[in-house]
């Protein structure tokens, strides 16, 4: 089954990555031209500096929105 992204359309373009937090295994779409799930998680400037501080590569779904939501 391929992996999802926005509104349902197939995400052909995606990349498999495992998160850096929590090991998981997820679609990235950060490569691709239509964009990726995440651009759809609002993440505060000062929170996503943070997150780069610890982290190289892409979060998850999960791990990203708690990060999103937990105050930096």
Not at 10 to 30: H, I, K, T, W
Not at 31 to 47: F, H, I, L, M, Y
Request: aromatic share 6%; hydrophobic share 40%; net charge negative.
């Amino acid at each position: 089954m391929m992996p999802r992204c926005r509104g349902g359309a197939y995400a052909v373009a995606m990349d498999l990555q495992q998160c850096e937090s929590c090991g998981r295994e997820f679609a990235c779409g950060a490569k691709s031209q239509d964009g990726c799930w995440c651009d759809e998680v609002a993440v505060a400037p000062r929170q996503l500096a943070v997150l780069r501080e610890h982290f190289l590569t892409c979060l998850c779904p999960d791990c990203l929105r708690v990060a999103a939501e937990t105050p930096a």
